[in-house]
Nanobody, 121 residues
Framework: QVQLVESGGGLVQAGGSLRLSCAAS????????MGWYRQAPGKQREFVAT???????NYADSVKGRFTISRDNAKNTVYLQMNSLKPEDTAVYYC???????????????WGQGTQVTVSS
């Protein structure tokens, strides 16, 4: 069993900051890429940022320069530091991780349950 548990969401005013965390736990041999996606009401889930196990990062154009993704491999945890938040950043944010459960197992993607981020104008 593998679980991804997010935390750190909440209500913030425009221009403010939040830091999301997502910890992977359970039977884990290795964690490859980890990332964040978000889904606003009435919209499809969209990519926000990813980080490879070696630290290479990739961002959606809409968050570049404002959001920073990082990870702690020892803790199987990924973070999303969100600065200069805008009302259009309001969404449920989901953590995603490519996890190998056993040494000879194929990795697969797991999702967290989501955490609400609301940015007021």
């Amino acid at each position: 069993q593998v679980q991804l548990v997010e935390s750190g969401g909440g209500l913030v005013q425009a221009g403010g900051s939040l830091r999301l965390s997502c910890a992977a736990s359970g039977s884990i041999f290795g964690v490859n890429a980890m990332g964040w996606y978000r889904q606003a009401p009435g919209k499809q889930r969209e990519f926000v940022a990813t980080i490879a196990s070696g630290g290479r990062t990739n961002y959606a154009d809409s968050v570049k320069g404002r959001f920073t993704i990082s990870r702690d491999n020892a803790k199987n945890t990924v973070y999303l530091q969100m600065n200069s938040l805008k009302p259009e950043d309001t969404a449920v944010y989901y953590c995603n991780a490519d996890i190998q459960r056993y040494q000879l197992a194929a990795p697969r993607y797991y999702w967290g349950q989501g955490t609400q981020v609301t940015v007021s104008s």
